[in-house]
């Protein structure tokens, strides 16, 4: 049996069918487009009964794409099987993928048809496909939670009338490594024809197993996996490719199987569906979170500047990224500390050196992050860390659909209180220019603002990262409150005490 498995890409289909995730046919074009050059075998492009839209999709991709084959998912229906022919006629190499369920829940409560019955529609559904596509997948819809003789007798009328692959969907992420890989090999013992089909797994992330059971399939003889881009899809999501290549070019001595995907494009694929969804995979995420090749911690932090491989199974560059991180925080100790200043051009030795770290540890304390810039700050700041010169004191806003919107804000600057009313397109617009009415910061640009709810509801506190650029330097500030307003005020101040700060340390020289 040959050790390479085909990599299905369903990221345009069940990716796209996640709460959010819709995707429109410029940002499908494109992403097709990083599929096919990054070596995927197989790029589901959609259901093209489903929508004249879907349909449309799949007709242009199938047009732009070079080298995958381009699929078409479709009910074991005349009607829906038509459509996938239609749609997917451009493709220089194309795929007819049809499902029906086989569970016993499915079958009675979902399709109300007898087990006989569901056979036939079976042999009658791939027959017809095949006769119009030489490259032909039947999936059995809810596999895991079929009875093992029906399963046999389905895969077995599936090859039987030409499916040259059969996949075996653990539609509702219910089955764990060990029972998946059993029952791949449960059919390649049973299913009499099942040498003349590829085995495929389909395998949703409810329990968080995805991944691990798609890798038992391929174990057990599976060679072909199902799967998506940042692991997105329906409810928890597939089994993530990213994860699935990376394991196995990681562990080649336990699974020496082969995908032919250039894993050096695994994060600008990544990165390019977070710029088409608009959802950012979780920090923790692994291979293209943004801690995935990240360390604050000080023991962690000594054994990469000692040897990378201490704590890094794999290189960054290996998947695309362009470094590991070394993150400065209240975990990191001395040796990462003298050698990040170091990087900034500061040498410092023995009491300097102690001194310095006190300080840094001291800030680290009061904050999440501890940019370059604050580092710069923390090195120059002889006498202890810069003071906060601004502080908030109250805020009243009016806002709504009628504008203009307006701010009343309160701050003590310098120990002395003042205040500014200002409007603005929205409260914080509002509230910005009322603080750049009281603190001079023409040349300071607002080059980023983000929010985000830290707790659920319609009472959740907010966070919100802001970050202002002068003259070549930026200073991040974090500002939480359960008013979403107070906390960009917040934010907002933090990033100018770092600012007025950095003036210390950058002095801007006048035109003469």
């Known amino acids: ?102 569970s016993p829940l499915h079958m009675k409560h979902k399709l109300q048809l007898e087990p006989e019955r569901v056979l036939e529609m079976i042999k009658e559904a791939v027959t017809y496909a095949r006769q119009h596509c030489d490259e032909v997948e039947f999936s059995a819809e809810d596999a895991t939670r079929t009875e093992h003789d029906f399963l046999c007798r389905a895969i077995e009328t599936a090859i039987s009338a030409g499916a040259l692959v059969v996949n075996i969907p653990d539609t509702v992420g219910y089955t764990v490594p060990e029972e998946y890989g059993a029952l791949i090999k449960m059919l390649r013992n049973r299913v009499p024809n099942i040498d003349k089909a590829i085995i495929s797994t389909h395998c949703h992330n409810d329990l968080g197993l995805a991944v691990a059971n798609s890798i038992a399939g391929v174990a057990a003889g599976a060679r072909q996996i199902e799967c998506t881009i940042n692991g997105i899809g329906e409810r928890a999501g597939n089994a993530s490719m990213e994860e699935i290549v990376m394991t196995f070019r990681t562990r080649s001595d336990i699974l020496p199987f082969d995908t032919g995907i250039l894993a050096e494009k695994i994060m600008p694929a990544s990165k390019l569906l977070s710029q088409i969804t608009g959802f950012s995979v979780q920090p923790n995420k692994a291979i293209v979170g943004a801690n995935a090749f990240a360390h604050e911690s000080g023991i962690h932090q000594d054994g990469m500047l000692k040897n990378a491989s201490t704590y890094e199974i794999m290189t960054p560059e290996s998947v695309g990224r362009d470094k590991s991180d070394l993150v400065l925080g209240k975990h990191s100790g001395r040796n990462a500390f003298r050698t990040k200043l170091a990087v900034l051009g500061f040498n410092f030795v023995d009491d300097e050196l102690n001194a310095a770290f006190e300080r840094f540890k001291d800030f680290a304390d009061r904050k999440k992050k501890v940019s370059d810039d604050d580092l710069i700050l923390i090195a120059t700041s002889k006498d202890g860390l810069p003071k906060e010169r601004i502080r908030f004191i109250s805020l009243g806003v009016k806002s709504g659909s009628y504008g203009p919107q307006e701010a009343e804000l309160e701050l003590e600057i310098d120990g002395v209180k ?38 659920s509801g319609s009472d959740a506190k907010g966070e919100v990262n802001v970050k202002l650029s002068e003259h070549g330097h930026s200073y991040s500030g974090i500002g939480v409150d359960g008013d979403v307003i107070v906390a960009s005020v917040r934010a907002y101040i933090d990033a100018l005490n770092r600012l007025l700060a950095g003036r210390n340390v950058y002095p801007v020289k006048k035109a003469n």
């Open 418 to 455: 003042q205040k500014a009313k200002a409007n603005g397109k929205g409260p914080v617009d509002a509230c910005f220019k009322a603080m750049r009415a009281m603190v001079r910061h023409d040349d300071a640009i607002l080059s980023n603002y983000e929010l985000k709810a830290l707790t």
């Open 1 to 102: 049996m040959s050790n390479h498995v085909f990599i299905f890409d369903t990221t345009l289909r069940d990716g796209e069918q996640s709460p959010g995730y819709s995707m429109d046919l410029n940002e499908k074009l494109q992403m097709a487009e990083m599929l096919d050059g990054m070596g995927v075998d197989i790029i589901e492009a959609g259901f093209p009964a489903a929508s004249k839209g879907d349909y449309e999709a799949v007709y242009k991709v199938s047009q732009q794409v070079k080298s995958a084959t381009v699929a078409g998912l479709c009910r074991a229906l005349h009607k829906d099987i038509d459509a996938v022919i239609n749609a997917i006629r451009p493709a220089q190499r194309k795929r007819i993928h049809t499902f029906l369920s086989t």
